[in-house]
Each structure stands twice: as structure tokens, then as C-alpha cells.
């Protein structure tokens, strides 16, 4: 090569990810979280379903049995931590919203996003097992100490407990969906060294 060829610059490096572009996706997941926490909660709340089933002792005779939510303490957990669930979404919802249209965001944003987002992910996902494991010994039983399963005799209010429990599960991945993206958006903003 000679001095008097010149060297081409080198492209200039790609520019880094908007940040503009993952407060989109944020406002859109936390939609998603308010959407799959009202319907858990709706859907548990109609849950309610009335049988006629076989009581008494020597004789028995038919009579009106009816199951709903309120008959168990884990159910209205789950609907008392789907509720916050909602009402949190509702909240970050505007906050990220008027997010979008700031120039520039102070990372402490970001982290404190990070971290409500995983205090309330750990109040869905508990509330969420809470309710399944109930779900699952109406759906089984415990023949181990006489209790035996209802799901054949309360179908309907079974799958109603199954679907709200489903979208609690949906909203529990939203939720770590919006962690990651939060700590992936303090990533961004972080010195490279």
C-alpha cells in the first residue's frame, strides 16, 4: 500500500436501541396485565354454580348444594391480588405513557419499574398457587384424609376456577416480560466500558 492511497474511515457503529421503542412494548404489556387481571377477577367472581346433590345419613335425600367463590379463603385471595394486580397496571400504565413523550428518563425509572413490577409479580404468582392448589384438591381429592373430588359433581364452576386461573398465569409471564424489558432497558443506558 502506498502513502499516497487514503484508507477508507470505518462505518460509523450502529445506533443502540431506542429506548422510545421499549416504553411501546411497555406500555402495551402492561395493557396486557390490566386486561388478563380483569378477566381472572371477573371470571372468578361468576364463579357460582348450584347442584343438586344426595345429603343425610341412613336415607339419603336430594337437596340444593351450591359452590362459589367466597366458600374458600384462597379464592378471595386470588381475587384481592388480581385486584392490586389491575390496579397497579392502571397506574404504570400512565406513568409509562407519559414516558414515551419525555426526551430523557432518569434510570432510576427503570429500576423502580423493575422492582414494583417484582413485588407484584411475587403477589399474583402467590395468589395464583394459592388458588391452584385449592383448585387441584377439588379437581382430585385427598382420599388420604377423606376429601374426596368435587370437579365431577361442580363442572361448571371448576372450569370457571381453570380459566381465571390460566390468565393469572398469563399475567404472572406478562409480568416477568416487563421485568426483563426494564432491566434490559437499564442495560441500555449503562456505560460501556
Sequence with gaps: ???SEKREPAPPPP???SLANCLGGD???????LATSIIAVVVMATSKQTQVVLAGGII?????????FTDSPAFIYF??????AGFYAIITILAS??????????ANVFLSLAALDAIILGVV???????GGVAYIGWKGNYYIGWGPVCYIYGKFCRYIAASLSM?????????ILIVLNTSSLYLRAPKF
Design 1 to 3: 500500500m502506498s502513502t
Design 15 to 17: 445506533p443502540p436501541p
Design 97 to 106: 405513557s407519559c414516558l414515551v413523550f419525555r426526551r430523557f428518563i432518569p
Design 27 to 33: 406500555v402495551v404489556l402492561r395493557f396486557l396485565l
Design 168 to 176: 393469572a398465569l398469563f399475567a404472572s409471564v406478562i409480568l416477568v
Design 79 to 84: 381475587i384481592v391480588g388480581l385486584s392490586v
Design 125 to 131: 404468582a402467590s395468589a395464583t398457587g394459592t388458588a
Design 60 to 68: 339419603p335425600f336430594p337437596e340444593y348444594a351450591s359452590v362459589k
